[in-house]
């Protein structure tokens, strides 16, 4: 009786003053309205999911079928998805494209972020707000410029207009991000391998990204994120059906002029979310830490 | 034969030279990071500043027409609404996102069950991609078949469909709550991660000086989460103010260009179009917004610095 007590007791203390609120309060005060907030953030989710697995006759007939639930799951329409669109092609570029742009970014972030913070080279801190300032400037603004850019150099409709054309969000991003990362390393550890006759490339390959694995894991996935999601680049410099990536080719080439197939919408929805939901999940613990990293200065 | 003899014989200390040098040095370890943003972003804001002087057409590259570009913009009653839109989007936008995110972060901030599995949840919306969530959204909203409209008239709150994205007043909202939906997570999980860094004493100390719930939150809490809530709602009204892929896949600024915003106005003029001098005029238009949101940003830093007791 004792011994549970105490865990009680400690479980109280871990909510600081928690313990203070009765029972009734606390429902209103916090379960209620999170319940609502869950189900207003997942209900979007719900009905995406719903709708990619009804047959079309229940879609539409609300009359005899109630709409929040389906009597005959389907997969009929993730099968036309898979198997009579170019949906596979779209994932396929997608994972290409985010991959290499992933990669090209963190490789230059890297050794930016290190030389930013540790080689601390004369002018230095004017560079990192620099990226910082490159960080807040919008593709919005730049599509139409870089457009331009991307048709002049023959990069129309390829892959590498959007390889080259990511980085300038994902290097800033991730720059920041590891900067913030690269801070937490003692600098000690780097001192003694400099006394040990170590040179820069060896400090930055043997010490520094060993230790840094957390920090380019995290800015990994949020750099795969960030090209997954991209729209506006992969819409305006993409022209063919085949070269498309998963957001841009469900919109344009799933929606046709009068007949919406609603189903096959959804799955394509649904499935190009998985790959992102699933990264996520693996890593959602480390998320709020990094975002703390990230923005304190 | 002698001189590459010569440059092998200089080259070692020459390389041990430049690799002690932290400027040299530095300078490679930036050449990658810094060769890609100078020629896929300031050459391309460059760019887009002179192309907002031009009257470039695709396929064509224009030749300078001083600010004809922006004569034309400013006698266009489109562009006003575009700008009215876009303000009217942002405004509306943030605050409900900064208020519910405010106060989902308060809620995920108290001791819960299951609290790793709330906030992995809640933060989906933001993972998912804006244009796929936002095709869910579409089907939520459509004419016939919403479901919104079918549960309201099932519970007998309303007489008639809803026209979610036909009327202009109905559409704004609609896109305005879509925008907030998608933005609440980032918000939350932000303003959470302040809240953790407040210590549990200083709540313990004014609840002892008698401090009521009121006063423990704009007494305690505000203050010390007021440089996260500067950086965190710096960020969300610039991407909000940049938005272009909700409208682009609800509306296309439609009806009557009533969710026009600045971004799908500029793809709607200078890609669809074809104009490209008009629309990168549109877009530099949005630049002066996006530095007041800066400059916001930078002085809410200062005062962190100052809170933190650093120099000015």
């Known amino acids: 009786m004792a011994a549970i007590t105490k865990t009680k007791r400690q479980e109280l203390d871990e909510g600081g003053m928690g313990y203070l609120q009765s029972l009734p309060r606390r429902v209103v005060t916090v379960y209620l309205p999170l319940l609502v907030f869950v189900i207003v953030l997942l209900f979007p989710f719900y009905w995406m999911t719903i709708t990619a697995v009804k047959p079309n006759l229940e879609m539409t007939d609300y009359a005899n079928f109630n709409p929040f639930w389906v009597v005959h799951p389907t997969l009929e329409h993730i099968r036309y998805l898979l198997f009579e669109t170019s949906y596979p092609g779209w994932l396929l570029n997608t994972i290409i494209i985010s991959t290499a742009a992933t990669f090209l970014s963190l490789l230059a972030s890297v050794f930016a972020a290190y030389a930013i913070e540790r080689l601390r080279f004369s002018g230095s801190r004017q560079v990192g707000l620099a990226i910082f300032l490159a960080y807040l400037v919008p593709p919005s603004i730049l599509f139409i410029p870089l457009s331009v850019m991307v048709f002049n150099l023959g990069l129309y409709d390829t892959p590498f207009a959007l390889i080259l054309t990511y980085p300038t969000f994902l290097v800033p991003f991730c720059t920041w991000l590891l900067m913030g990362y690269f801070r937490s390393i003692p600098f000690e550890l780097e001192e003694c391998a400099l006394i040990d006759g170590a040179s820069r490339w060896q400090i930055l390959s043997k010490i520094v990204l060993p230790l840094s694995v957390p920090g380019l894991i995290s800015a990994g996935i949020f750099a795969f994120t960030l090209s997954w999601n991209e729209f506006i680049y992969a819409l305006t410099f993409i022209q063919s059906s085949e070269n498309k990536t998963v957001p841009v080719g469900v919109l344009t080439e799933l929606v046709r002029s009068d007949v919406y197939e609603w189903g096959a919408l959804m799955a394509g929805a649904l499935i190009g979310s998985l790959p992102v939901v699933v990264l996520y999940s693996f890593f959602v613990e480390h998320y709020v830490s990094s975002m703390t990293g990230a923005v304190k200065e | ?312």
Do not use: C
């Open chain 2, 1 to 312: 034969m002698a001189v590459p003899s010569v440059a092998v014989q200089s080259r070692p200390s020459m390389l041990s030279r430049l690799s002690e040098s932290r400027n040299a040095l530095g300078l490679g370890f930036m050449l990658p990071a810094a060769a890609l943003l100078l020629v896929f972003l300031t050459y391309p804001l460059g760019l887009g500043v002179w192309l907002g002087f031009t009257d470039a057409r695709i396929g064509r590259p224009g030749i300078f027409i001083g600010i004809e570009n922006y004569e034309y913009l400013w006698s266009d009653a489109v562009f006003w609404l575009s700008v009215f839109n876009t303000l009217l989007y942002t405004i509306s936008a943030s605050i409900l996102k900064f208020v519910l995110g405010l106060w989902l972060a308060l809620i995920l901030n108290q001791n819960l069950p299951f609290k790793s599995f709330f906030r992995a949840i809640v933060l989906l919306p933001w993972v998912v991609p804006t244009v796929l969530s936002a095709i869910a959204f579409w089907w939520i909203y459509d004419s016939q078949f919403s479901i919104l409209s079918w549960a309201l008239m099932e519970m007998g709150l309303i007489e008639h469909r809803i026209n979610f994205l036909g009327d202009p007043e109905n559409a704004r909202a609609s896109v305005i709550a879509a925008n907030v939906w998608r933005g609440i997570p980032f918000v939350a999980i932000t303003l959470l991660a302040g809240l953790q860094t407040i210590p549990q004493s200083l709540y313990e100390a004014a609840t002892l000086d008698g401090a009521s719930r009121w006063q423990l939150f704009r007494y305690v809490t505000l203050p010390l989460l007021t440089p996260i809530i500067a950086i965190t709602m710096t960020f969300s009204v610039l991407f909000t103010f940049t938005d272009f892929q909700l409208i682009y896949v609800l509306t296309r600024g439609g009806p009557v260009n009533a969710t026009h915003l600045m971004a799908t106005l500029s793809f709607q003029r200078g890609i669809s179009g074809g104009q490209l001098g008009e629309g990168a005029a549109i877009a530099v238009a949005m630049i002066p917004f996006l530095l007041a949101a800066i400059l916001f940003s930078y002085f809410g830093l200062q005062r962190r610095k100052w809170q933190q007791g650093g120099g000015d």
